[in-house]
T-cell receptor, first 110, second 118 residues
């Protein structure tokens, strides 16, 4: 089993749609979780940190379920500019290294 | 604005010709990382510096070396680039365990250097 697993997609949604991405992780001792966004041929950029049961930032909501070792990202009212790859990232046990999922590709269409 | 800077943004080198990529940061973060990312793959950690302490990943080839002369700068040296080393090289920083300051494990990336090997 991979340490961090994501559905690679691609997800194709119309503008204004709500879309959810899921991520599972294998290390039950993991304490910190992140969602990064990466545009084509650009660097990853931190979208949200998920430190407790979940948090919300505008149209974006991240949820954490420790019992199921599951993280989700919900995007409401999708914009064309949301088209990117979304990477689920888990802090390794030694608290220095990030374990990266392969990413979920999102295309928001007019 | 505080940031992570990488130079050059694009680098073309010949097979076997040594190349050095540079990274600098104005965030005053104590940890610096080098990642390799190939198309449709997740970033792959090569090594990181925790302050002056160098930490190599077990599967990083000996062909890849790094130097961190001070807090702000970090270099990636590829001693004999092969065709398989063509990739995006990403530098990232984070602030971990610094006394008296909030701990943040988030990593902040520079724009990357895209390496082509001919």
């Amino acid at each position: 089993r991979k340490e961090v697993e994501q559905d690679p997609g691609p997800f194709n949604v119309p503008e204004g749609a709500t879309v959810a991405f899921n991520c599972t992780y294998s290390n039950s001792a993991s304490q910190s979780f992140f969602w990064y966004r990466q545009d084509c041929r650009k660097e990853p950029k931190l979208l949200m940190s998920v430190y407790s049961s979940g948090n919300e930032d505008g149209r974006f909501t991240a949820q954490l379920n420790r019992a199921s070792q599951y993280i989700s990202l919900l995007i409401r009212d999708s914009k064309l500019s949301d088209s990117a790859t979304y990477l689920c990232v888990v802090l390794a046990g030694n608290n220095r290294k990030l374990i990266w999922g392969l990413g979920t590709s999102l295309a928001v269409n007019p | 604005d505080a940031m992570v800077i990488q130079n050059p943004r694009y680098q073309v080198t010949q097979f076997g010709k040594p190349v050095t990529l540079s990274c600098s940061q104005t965030l005053n973060h104590n940890v610096m990382y080098w990642y390799q990312q190939k198309s449709s793959q997740a970033p792959k950690l090569l090594f990181h510096y925790y302050d002056k302490d160098f930490n190599n990943e077990a599967d990083t080839p000996d062909n890849f070396q790094s130097r961190r002369p001070n807090t702000s700068f970090c270099f990636l040296d590829i001693r004999s680039p092969g065709l398989g080393d063509a990739a995006m090289y990403l530098c990232a920083t984070s602030r971990i365990g610094t006394s008296g300051r909030p701990v943040s494990y988030e990593q902040y990336f520079g724009p990357g250097t895209r390496l082509t090997v001919t």
